[in-house]
């Protein structure tokens, strides 16, 4: 089976613009979750989604927003880019929205805002 | 709020020799998870091996074993007959307990480097 696919690979963008980053969980899980790394830093949970309704939210402001489409797979995007949006956005799939099954994560998009 | 802590930013260790990195963490929760996670320069997150805190047992997966101490709030994980494909940045995480959602809080990880 596959694993957890995100796109794009590498993405820059300007201050003030808007991005869309994708996430495709790995066949037959049902949860996906985001999480933000900084250079240097370890990651920082941003979203989880399951069944597409949100089940937890860290301490991201209203800029970041996520959704769930019917075949699991998820995008999250955020306006009003800022510098310190620069990041490695990660996600992670698991089979369910409960801490039962592990996370498996994906390879990450590289976001550069200028 | 849970935090993970690892004050070892880099550490360094000699092929084929054994090497601990540390990790605490703070949490009023008495059931929860606790997890090694490594991220080679791929960046693709990888789980090393997990502790479950109501288990005395230490965890162990071939190569990597983990010291819990659930009074102390301390989670190391051991690296023996270290290889050089051990080489990438490794992250403790904290899991709260099953049924409460899979959010994972992360340490700032430990770079490890493998002198060949």
């Known amino acids: 089976d596959a694993g957890v696919t995100q796109s794009p690979t590498h993405l820059i963008k300007t201050r003030g613009q808007q991005v869309t980053l994708r996430c495709s969980p790995i066949?037959?899980?049902?949860?996906v979750s985001w999480y933000q790394q900084v250079l240097g830093q370890g990651p920082q949970f941003i979203f989880q989604?399951?069944?597409?309704?949100?089940?937890g939210r860290g301490n991201f402001p209203d800029r970041f927003s996520a959704r769930q489409f019917p075949n699991y797979s998820s995008e999250l995007n955020v306006n009003a880019l800022l510098l310190g949006d620069s990041a490695l956005y990660l996600c992670?799939?698991?089979?369910?929205?409960?801490?039962?099954?592990?996370?498996?994560f994906g390879p990450g998009t590289r976001l550069t805002v200028t | 709020a849970q935090t993970v802590t690892q004050s070892q930013p880099e550490m360094s260790v000699q092929e084929a020799e054994t090497v601990t990195l540390s990790c605490t963490y703070d949490?009023?929760?008495?059931?929860?998870?606790l997890f090694w996670y490594k991220q080679p320069p791929s960046r693709q997150m990888i789980l090393v091996i997990r502790?479950?805190?109501?288990?005395?047992q230490n965890a162990t997966e071939n190569r990597f074993s983990v010291n819990f101490q659930k009074a102390a709030k301390s989670f190391s994980l051991k690296i023996s007959d270290s290889q050089l494909g051990d080489a990438a940045m490794y992250f403790c995480?904290?899991?709260?307990?099953?049924?409460?959602?899979?959010?994972?809080?992360f340490g700032g990880g430990t770079r490890l480097m493998v002198k060949p």
């Open positions: 992670a799939s698991s089979r369910s929205g409960t801490g039962l099954y592990e996370q498996y």
């Open positions: 066949s037959g899980h049902k949860s």
């Open positions: 989604y399951y069944e597409k309704e949100e089940r």
């Open positions: 949490t009023s929760e008495s059931d929860y998870y």
């Open positions: 502790q479950e805190a109501y288990k005395q």
């Open positions: 995480a904290y899991r709260t307990s099953e049924n409460a959602g899979n959010m994972l809080t």
